[in-house]
């Protein structure tokens, strides 16, 4: 197995040692071979060549390796003229690579914190269109600016058959066990997300088996906090699905929880959903566990369902038994590598 390893920037590379000590040792444990190659991306890419992923990269992901694990990339600082950030790589990649479906579990890990409700369910965020289409491509004077949201019949069906075979893949919401996609929208306000309501509609009288749910946009990011076990798959255009998939980090301990996978017909790619904390870099105080988390589940998608299981089994075992805990900003007490040896240790 080929796997591409994109370090990125601030803590990047930090995350991404830790995830290739622990998924080497994982493989070497499960007698899977794996080979990690080395891809340039990010804030640093931009300010030695002009471009923020290596030339020819998105054709070698597509042809040369089995899956793409990528560090959080992207710099404050490194911004192109018009104000946007220069080195980040989500339009590059999921456009480029037209991995369309951005998927985001949220759970809260035992030993964690206390919760009134269990927490475990997945976002799944359109990753092509919507408001993040006009990337690069918005106007702006000195007076206003405008960028454009844009909604396909074809982008709307194939993500939404996406969350409904996904629920079908899941035990169901915690409270009650059923299997539920909620289409998250603002169709009482904009047309586009009226379009994508009434697309998920047609969608779900093809699943009768899974219950079909709605909430507006901010209804959602409520219940989210307020009943968050009613939730299985929430399904929803990718500005929204950017937001409140952070909104959900933070009930589960931080953004240093959550991993996330870029899936496309053909190629996806992998990556922690937080950015890259430039200001804790280099001091062993960054969270691994999301990229840990985004290691195994690269290895679910490339087939390798058991080692991804033994890496989820040995970072759930690692808080359970309070051998990781976090401090109050969400960085982990005993440091990067302490997460990092804590996993190793209970790979077995």
């Known amino acids: 197995m080929r796997i591409a390893c994109i ?3 601030g803590i990047g590379p930090e995350l991404m040692a830790s995830a290739r000590e622990v998924l080497g040792a994982a493989a070497e444990l499960d007698g899977l071979a794996v080979e990690f190659g080395a891809e340039a991306g990010g804030a640093g890419t931009y300010l030695e060549t002009g471009e923020p992923l290596a030339a020819g990269a998105v054709e070698r992901f597509r042809g040369e390796y089995d899956a793409v694990l990528k560090g959080p990339v992207g710099l404050p600082e490194v911004r192109k003229a018009d104000g946007t950030e220069a080195g980040v790589l989500g339009g590059v990649l999921r456009n480029g690579l037209d991995t369309y479906a951005n998927v985001r579990p949220v759970r809260l890990l ?9 927490i475990d369910y ?3 965020r359109e990753n092509t269109e919507g408001l993040y289409l006009s990337r690069g491509s918005g106007v702006r004077n000195e007076r206003a600016a405008s960028d454009q949201l844009l909604m396909t019949r074809v982008g709307v069906e194939r ?3 996406f969350a409904f075979e996904t629920a079908r893949t899941r035990n169901g919401a915690p409270v009650d066990g059923v299997q539920r996609v909620t289409c998250v929208d603002k169709s009482n306000v904009l047309r586009s997300f009226a379009f994508f309501r009434d697309i998920f509609d047609e969608i779900a009288a093809d699943y009768p088996d899974v ?4 909430r507006y946009t901010d209804a959602a990011a409520h219940d989210l906090v307020a009943v968050p076990g009613h939730f299985d798959v929430l399904v929803t255009e990718n500005f929204v699905g950017d937001m409140l998939s952070d909104l959900g980090a933070a009930t589960v301990g931080g953004l240093g929880m959550c991993p996330s996978g870029n899936i496309g017909e053909t190629t996806a790619y992998f990556e922690p959903v937080h950015g890259s904390a430039p200001s804790i870099a280099g001091q062993d105080k960054a969270n691994p566990t999301s990229q840990l988390l985004t290691a ?5 998608h490339v087939g390798a369902a058991d080692t991804a299981a033994r890496i989820t089994r040995a970072v759930e075992s690692a808080y359970a038994d309070r051998a990781v805990e ?3 900003d969400g960085t982990p007490g005993c440091g990067t590598k302490g997460v990092t040896a804590a996993v190793l240790t209970r790979l077995r």
């Not at 035992?110 to 269990?118: I, L």
């Open 7 to 9: 370090d990125g920037d």
């Open 296 to 300: 195994a589940m690269l290895l679910d």
């Open 110 to 118: 035992p030993g964690v914190r206390d919760a009134a409700d269990p």
């Open 122 to 124: 997945v976002v799944v």
């Open 326 to 328: 976090l401090n109050p």
């Open 159 to 161: 993500i939404v058959r």
């Open 211 to 214: 219950e079909a749910d709605h």
